[in-house]
């Protein structure tokens, strides 16, 4: 009974000064509903794609917002359609397109929004210059420039150009790069219709696995998993490989994203820790008066 009662604790609206606790503090869900949307209207959106348009319009009807606030929720939503429209004209090479949304509440009850995006201008249709990767010589650069499923000529699309980049970031990581970074920087020539694309390199530095520790599990499952992994310590710490080894843990340990990868720079290593132990139980310190802890007698 008692333990019950502790744990009941938990939740009264106690003073915080009366109270030291060893656990994170219960979690206040908001009800929430089907964001209001009556319309979302595209406007001026002459070579944007219709199916493209209610891909968007999906997205949007599919959220989910707190009834409080609606004005302010809506407008955040509006923004957010805005956004993706920019971002579907820039796949299309227009990179310049120019786009705005807006939240209108409509008189009904409850209360609905209309979501109105226009397209102010859309700009020309840029298509790929050159591709340079600067400061990056651990690979070959026409290795480099495979990593982008474009080609100079083509529509300079920014999901392709995403692509390339993290592309790029699993090769580095196959190697050990693990600090591995790329600015892209686009310079566009108006008159021609051309963007030049320039990844700016940092490498950083190589690294080998040193050791791996294992928290939680008991002897047996832990010296499993060490068995399992495909990296070893002494190798080349390649990211997609070390990844793929949690795909053996199956069944042995709660949750394979508790990793905590601690590198040594200077000297190339990282030692990586795999933390399985279940969260620490509520436990509330209270020095209130005793007869909250008493069990009722009604």
Known sequence: MLKSLLCF???????????????????????????????????????????????IAQALRDKTVAPGSLDKTMSSIAEEAAERARAAYQDLGYFKARVDGKAVSVATRPPQYDIMIQIRSVGKQYRLGDLNILHAPSFPTQQLRDQ?????????????????????????GSEGY???????????DNENAIANLTMDTDEGTQFHLRGVEVLGV?????????????????????????????????????????????????????????????????????????????PSTK
């Open 9 to 55: 604790v938990c939740f009264l609206p106690l003073p915080g000064a009366l109270l030291g606790q060893s656990c994170v503090p219960a979690v206040q869900f908001e009800p929430t509903i089907k964001a209001p949307i009556h319309n979302v209207t595209f406007t001026n959106d002459a070579v944007f794609p219709p199916e493209k348009e209610a891909e």
């Open 178 to 188: 693990l600090n591995y970074t790329s600015v892209p920087e686009t310079e566009f």
């Open 218 to 294: 008991d002897t047996e499952t832990k010296d499993r998993m060490l068995s399992e992994l495909d990296l070893k310590p002494g190798d080349l710490f390649n990211s997609e490989v070390w990844e793929r080894s949690f795909q053996k843990f199956d069944g042995l340990a709660r949750d394979p994203k508790t990793v905590d990868r601690k590198l040594d720079e200077q000297n190339g290593l990282v030692d990586v820790v795999l933390d399985f132990r279940q969260p620490r139980p509520c436990r509330v310190l209270y020095s209130g008066p005793p007869s909250l802890l008493r």
């Open 148 to 172: 982008f499923p474009i080609q100079r000529g083509e529509i300079f699309s920014r999901e392709k150009i995403a692509v390339g980049l993290e592309a790029l970031r699993r090769l580095y």
